[in-house]
C-alpha cells in the first residue's frame, strides 16, 4: 500500500488537482482512480493535463440520505446543491472524448472496487464519502488496487 496525504489546497497556492497533477508527471504515473468525482474539476483536469494517464472515475450520484458525512445534508455539500443526473451526464459526455484514457463507473465506490483488478493502479484519490467509516471502507476496498510504491491520497 501507498502513502496517505490529506490534500485540499497546497500551502493556499493550489488547488488539489494541481497538486496531483505534478505528481502523476512527477512519477510517471499511467494509472488511477479517484472516488467521488462530483462535478468533474479534479477528472477532468487531470485527463487534459495528463495525456499518458488513464483515470477511472467513481460516483453514485443519487442521494444518500443515511450517509452520515455531508452527502446526506441538503441542499449539498458546502452549501452547494446537488444535481447528480447533470453530473452523470456531463462527465459521461466528457469521457466520450477521450475513450480509453477516462473511464467513469457509477455506483458505490466500495461496489465499483471489485471490478478492479489487484495492484493495477498507480494511485487512488478518495474524495467520495466523507464520513469517517466512509474514507475508512474505500481505503481498505481500494488499497489492495494500488500497486507497491503507489499511493492513496485523501481528499478530507
Not at 16 to 28: F, G, L, M, P
Not at 45 to 70: F, K, M, R, W
Request: charged share 30%; with cysteine; hydrophobic share 30%.
Amino acid at each position: 500500500m501507498g502513502r496517505i496525504f490529506d490534500r485540499g489546497h497546497d500551502g493556499g497556492n493550489k488547488w488539489r488537482w494541481q497538486t496531483i497533477e505534478e505528481w502523476v508527471k512527477a512519477n510517471d504515473w499511467k494509472m488511477g482512480a479517484e472516488l467521488g468525482t462530483w462535478e468533474g474539476h479534479t477528472f477532468r483536469h487531470l485527463i487534459q493535463t495528463c495525456p499518458n494517464l488513464t483515470l477511472i472515475g467513481v460516483d453514485l450520484y443519487e442521494a444518500q440520505p443515511d450517509n452520515s458525512g455531508p452527502e446526506k445534508w441538503t441542499p449539498g455539500e458546502n452549501g452547494h446543491a446537488w444535481d447528480h443526473e447533470r453530473y452523470y451526464r456531463d462527465i459521461k459526455e466528457f469521457c466520450k472524448s477521450y475513450p480509453g484514457r477516462a473511464v467513469f463507473c457509477k455506483g458505490y465506490t466500495t461496489e465499483v472496487s471489485a471490478r478492479i483488478e489487484d495492484e493495477s493502479l498507480d494511485f487512488v484519490f478518495i474524495d467520495a464519502d466523507h464520513s469517517y467509516e466512509g474514507v475508512k471502507a474505500d481505503i481498505i476496498h481500494w488499497a489492495p488496487k494500488v500497486k507497491s510504491g503507489g499511493y492513496i491520497v485523501t481528499g478530507k
